[in-house]
């Protein structure tokens, strides 16, 4: 990476880790230079909640919880910005952003990370109930026993992908990227069969009425589920500050200074210090950084845009073919029944495409959930333990993967996937509710105290993340109420 431009220069205090060493802010090299990490999001948020799980909620109750899907998939465009804030001022993830808080912090939202995404095998497993259908391979087996079979053959796919890759975060974002387009060409091609155009009116009346009301049919055990579309009306839980590393790697900001995480297979080791850097009061930074500002806001509202669309698309489709033959995606064939959205009009050769798409939507989220996982407990350790730092971030990151590879592969097995991203769902709707503060205090009290006045966000900015922060707090709350008191 660029280091030539680190200037010799005092080095600015900023909460309980080491100082951030001075540089000036890299000037902006235009939008298409950076774009990437806002599809790279966009990809990750096409798993459960696009494919599933609002298509159930859809198929099951109609319009009843359509009017949060849009003030749920905004909402996380605030958090996004604040992770994203962070990083381009210091070139440091928001989880080291949580341990120069307190390390006390920084390691229950660790700890948070761990619990939450030992069940993240239930993407492959998902994903694999739409390969088992398409092929019918291997004979003879179960429809779980052929899901699993491909699960498995999924990640070890994935896994060589991590391992084979220069850069990894290239890997990810190609691989993404090509997953995002195919997904939304063949949904957005199944919109013109006349059964879905007949409900245009009717769907979208229900879409772009805020709020809900409780379904004569309602299930309480949906609960969970409707939380579970809430969160994942984006990438939801602790998988949001994946963007962080995804925007360090791509060199946004004060990233520009910060290494690559590489193959050691095929490229030499960059170097990724524990902390970061920030820059000083003067006319030069501020224009460079205002210009990565104005970026962040074009990247963040692809990423959301691109999401909201897939699923606004995904519940038409549900609203149009599964909910008037009252076919609901759950249990072993999750991610099959929903091939009634390309079989309608096309046969055989619609239901085929929809299986391959389907399986694009699921299995790519278990690559993107191993690096950023990997990544935040290497990036915990490596800034809060001086012996950690004894090895490159390299091989912490990939000592993760190994080690998340054998959970996810251990727990895939352990229940319907359904149930599985259910259980995450909950404990990431929890978790929006943990890290939102954290990220208030950052960048709205601590980068104030060092930086200049005018990295401050405004004050309509603020205002609408402190709101957000508080939805997610309170509706934990109430969920957590609820489950106890029945």
Known sequence: MNHDRVARQPELPLGRLAPLKVAAMPAFAGLL??????????????????LIWWPY??????????????????????????????????????????SRISRGYALL???????????????????????????????????????????YTTIAVYLCALLVGRVVYKIVERLTTTV????????????????????????????????????????????????????????????QLFLSYWMRDKGVGMARYIGRVTSPLRGAAEAIPSTGYGFTDNEENRRHYRGFMRYLTVEMGLGVGLNLLTTTIMCWLAWALLRPKGLIPQ???????????????????????????????????????????????????????????????????????????????????MAEPGQLIILRGVIAFLAMGLFCPGLIYLNYVLLPRTFPAWVKPHPVTRAL??????????????????????
């Open 33 to 50: 230079a950076y774009l990437g990490p806002g599809i790279v999001w966009a990809g990750l948020a096409q798993g459960s909640g696009e």
């Open 331 to 413: 249990g072993w064939q999750i991610a099959v029944v929903q091939s009634a959205f390309f079989e309608v009009s096309w046969g055989g050769i619609g239901k085929t495409l929809f299986l391959i798409i389907a399986a694009a939507f699921l299995c790519d989220a278990w690559l993107q959930l191993t690096d950023g996982f990997s990544r935040m407990q290497a990036d915990f350790l490596f800034a809060n333990f001086s012996r950690v730092r004894r090895f490159h971030f390299r091989s912490v990151y990939y000592g993760f993967v190994g080690l998340f590879t054998v959970l996810t592969t251990a727990t895939l097995a």
């Open 109 to 151: 939202i660790w700890c948070g990370v761990f619990i939450e995404n030992i069940w993240f095998g239930a993407y492959a497993s998902a994903g694999g109930t739409a390969l088992a259908e398409l092929t019918g391979l291997p004979g003879g087996w179960t429809p779980r026993g052929q899901s699993l079979f491909w699960a």
């Open 180 to 239: 995002v387009v195919i997904t939304i060409g063949g949904i957005v091609f199944a919109l013109f069969q006349r059964p879905v155009l007949a409900v245009t009116g009717e769907f979208f009346s229900a879409l772009l009425t805020p709020g809900l009301h409780r379904p004569a049919n309602w299930d309480p055990k949906d609960l969970s589920i409707v939380l579970t579309g809430i969160v994942f009306a984006g990438a939801g839980g602790f998988g």
């Open 465 to 486: 993340m402190i709101v957000v922060t508080a939805v997610y707090i309170g509706v934990g709350l109430w969920y957590v109420a609820v489950r106890l008191t029945g």
């Open 57 to 98: 909620l859809t198929a099951k109750y109609g319009g009843a919880f359509l009017g949060l899907l849009i003030p749920a998939s905004l909402m996380q465009l605030w958090v996004n910005l604040e992770i994203a804030r962070y990083t381009i001022a210091t070139g440091e993830t928001a989880m080291t952003g949580f």
